[in-house]
């Protein structure tokens, strides 16, 4: 059996563990893997190569993707399916094995089943909003780097007490990956894009926390309505000292915990089982705790809004 593996859209922490398992596997039963530099725009072009055995033992643990991942909108040209077809024939690829986050796997997926290209796909977002799954590759990583960040801030804010610490977080439009940040570090405040707040309340919540506490701590998503007025709006009504930290990019190339890493060598083994089974379509998901495989499309809807019982315990609603 020969896959060819492709990343689409954001990388995230995990999948260089994943692509080790499974290459690991493939030559321990004979089988090949080839990789596609560039996502589907590479896999169309034919920009398939070797994966080196060594070179993925060493970067097993490194954030980032050894293949390069591209958001270009290739699959959507009339004769992609041709183009795919093609190169899987030239290349004796039987099937795929497919990293992406929320887009990649609502509009790939259902593409692929239509050219008849065999392909696994696992869920790899540091946002975890993917619906039909409980966790996304690379989400424990991004957490464990806001935690590192917000250990830093609480050091200096107990040192020179009397301010306002904002910390932005990625996640895109949704808030599972800010609501999470926020509730394992004790934060005084979520703020998240599935909300609405008033600032008049925000201000008067933050106050009273640096009153009794000598700080408080807001952890908020990036894409939060009135983000940019936030850093000017708030500390005029609350009469406190703001500082804002944007954590970024450099999130999502967060170091690759024990959990992500973990995750990602179990996901590559259902993976590798199904696609030798001759599965057509299907993804790896984890529901109740649990791996499994979900064959078919994954459910097309969005995911439900964050946990209100828990956004509102941190936000004392």
């Given at each position: 059996m020969?896959?060819?593996?492709?990343?689409?859209?954001?990388?995230a922490p995990?999948i260089?563990?994943?692509?080790?398992?499974y290459?690991?596997?493939?030559?321990?039963s004979g089988?090949?893997?080839?990789?596609?530099?560039?996502?589907?725009?590479?896999?169309l072009?034919?920009?398939?190569s070797?994966?080196?055995?060594?070179l993925?033992?060493?970067l097993?643990?490194?954030?980032?993707s050894?293949?390069?991942s591209?958001?270009a909108?290739?699959?959507?040209?009339?004769?992609?399916?041709?183009?795919?077809?093609?190169?899987m024939?030239a290349n004796d690829?039987e099937?795929?094995?497919?990293?992406?986050?929320d887009?990649?796997?609502k509009?790939?997926?259902?593409?692929?089943e239509?050219?008849?290209?065999?392909c696994?796909a696992?869920?790899?977002?540091?946002?975890?909003?993917?619906t039909?799954t409980?966790y996304?590759l690379?989400?424990?990583?991004?957490?464990?780097?806001?935690?590192?960040?917000v250990?830093?801030?609480?050091?200096?804010a107990?040192a020179?007490?009397?301010?306002?610490?904002l910390?932005?977080?990625?996640?895109?439009h949704?808030?599972?990956?800010?609501?999470?940040?926020?509730?394992?570090s004790?934060?005084?405040v979520?703020?998240?894009?599935?909300?609405?707040?008033?600032?008049?309340w925000?201000?008067e919540r933050?106050?009273r926390?640096?009153e009794?506490?000598g700080?408080?701590l807001?952890?908020?998503?990036?894409f939060v309505?009135?983000?940019?007025s936030?850093?000017d709006?708030?500390?005029?009504r609350?009469?406190?000292?703001v500082r804002?930290?944007?954590?970024?990019h450099?999130?999502?190339g967060?170091d690759?915990?024990?959990?992500d890493?973990?995750?990602?060598?179990d996901?590559?083994?259902l993976?590798?089982?199904?696609?030798?089974?001759g599965?057509s379509?299907?993804?790896?998901?984890?529901?109740?705790?649990?791996l499994?495989?979900r064959?078919?499309l994954?459910p097309p809807q969005?995911?439900?809004?964050?946990?209100y019982a828990?956004?509102a315990?941190?936000?004392?609603?």
């Open positions: 020969k896959t060819a593996i492709v990343v689409s859209g954001g990388d995990g260089n563990a994943a692509i080790d398992a290459a690991r596997l493939a030559r321990e089988g090949q893997v080839v990789g596609a530099q560039d996502g589907f725009a590479g896999l072009a034919g920009r398939l070797e994966l080196d055995g060594a993925l033992s060493r097993s643990g490194k954030s980032g050894i293949l390069r591209s958001r909108p290739v699959l959507s040209a009339p004769d992609a399916g041709e183009r795919l077809r093609a190169v024939r690829v099937n795929l094995l497919l990293f992406g986050g887009g990649s796997l509009h790939a997926l259902p593409l692929l239509r050219w008849g290209a065999p696994v696992m869920p790899t977002t540091i946002d975890n909003d993917i039909g409980d996304t690379g989400h424990d990583s991004a957490c464990n780097f806001a935690l590192a960040a250990e830093g801030i609480r050091a200096t107990d020179l007490p009397g301010r306002i610490f910390l932005e977080t990625l996640g895109g949704t808030g599972y990956l800010a609501l999470a940040i926020a509730h394992a004790g934060a005084d979520a703020l998240l894009p599935e909300y609405a707040f008033d600032l008049d925000l201000a933050v106050r926390v640096v009794r506490a700080y408080a807001v952890v908020l998503c990036e309505p009135g983000i940019d936030l850093r709006e708030l500390p005029r609350s009469g406190i000292r804002y930290t944007a954590l970024g450099a999130q999502r967060a690759t915990s024990h959990y890493r973990t995750v990602a060598r996901m590559s083994g993976a590798w089982q199904a696609l030798k089974d599965l379509l299907g993804a790896v998901v984890m529901r109740h705790g649990k499994t495989l064959e078919g994954m969005d995911k439900p809004a964050p946990d828990r956004y315990r941190i936000n004392g609603l």
